[in-house]
């Protein structure tokens, strides 16, 4: 199992996974030329995509996933509320996904959807496992609830919202509703927060972890990666942070 960001942050959101012959993406927050273009950046195509997975209808989740889908016949999981929420109105290969109906196995991997409190109508975060790697994403939640805490336990790496410093959105530029939006119970996960989940699952031998869905705005990596160094610094070196605008490398679980 192998997993690689094609770009992370509120301007858009794209994640590859691949185990044995199966390529999946999760969201398509670029349009469908831009993913285009930053799959070639890794030697990718659309056309190897075997499925795309929506985690709720925001654009910078959604925004080429319709056009994607219908110009190279992929199918697309998502559960109803996602659908409903993005109007999708193709007629591509649609799978309706019930997040608390357990997992589902596309080729070679299996998928567990978990809720999420998030502003959305119906969104959901996964869990992404082969025969012997687990990997857990979780972006666009507004707080971490005992549900999270439980589905991200015995993973092998983790791709993790680290939205805002607490005061860089206090005193940041955003109007104060858009301020209490994202820093609310159904917005973003603060460095904090997200140091607050860490503490609360068994990190110690993840192969990554993996920094998502930073604010340009409301954040700085450096702030981040000072969060985690405080937190633990044996995390150090397996520790990465995602960009909004080019490719990560690929990270292996080997
Ligand atoms: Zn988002
Ligand atoms: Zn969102």
Redesign the pocket.
């Known amino acids: 199992m192998r997993f690689l960001s094609l770009g992370s ?2 301007r858009g ?1 794209a994640t590859l996974l691949q185990s044995g012959e199966t390529l999946l993406l999760l ?1 398509c ?1 670029f349009t469908r030329k831009e993913l285009q273009r930053r799959l070639s950046l890794v030697d990718l195509a659309c056309d190897d995509i075997d499925a795309i997975l929506l ?2 209808e ?1 654009s ?2 959604l925004r080429g996933a319709q056009a994607l889908s219908r110009h190279h016949a992929i199918p697309v999981w998502a559960t109803a509320g996602t659908l409903r929420g993005s109007e999708w109105a193709e007629s591509s290969e649609l799978h309706q996904i019930n997040a608390n109906s357990g997992d589902f196995r596309i080729g070679d991997i299996r998928i567990t959807p978990f809720t999420v409190p ?1 502003d959305a109508a119906e969104p959901c975060q996964y869990v992404f496992a082969d025969s012997r790697k687990r990997v857990g994403i979780l ?2 939640a507004g707080s971490v609830t005992s549900h999270i805490v439980s589905q991200l336990q015995q993973l092998d790496a983790l791709l993790l ?1 680290f939205n805002h410093d607490q005061q860089m959105l206090r005193n940041g530029p955003y109007p104060r509703s858009l301020q209490l939006r994202v820093g609310g119970d159904h917005g ?1 996960l603060s460095n904090a927060q997200s140091i607050g989940l860490l503490g609360q699952l068994d990190h110690q031998n993840w192969q990554h972890l993996v920094a998502a ?1 930073i604010s340009e705005k409301n954040n700085d990596p450096q702030l981040v990666r000072s969060a985690l160094d405080s937190f633990d610094t044996s995390m150090a070196s397996r520790f990465s942070v995602l960009n909004q605008e080019k490719p990560s490398r690929w990270f292996d679980l080997g």
């Open positions: 942050g509120s959101n969201d927050g985690t709720h925001h910078d989740h998030h972006t666009d919202e973003h869905h």
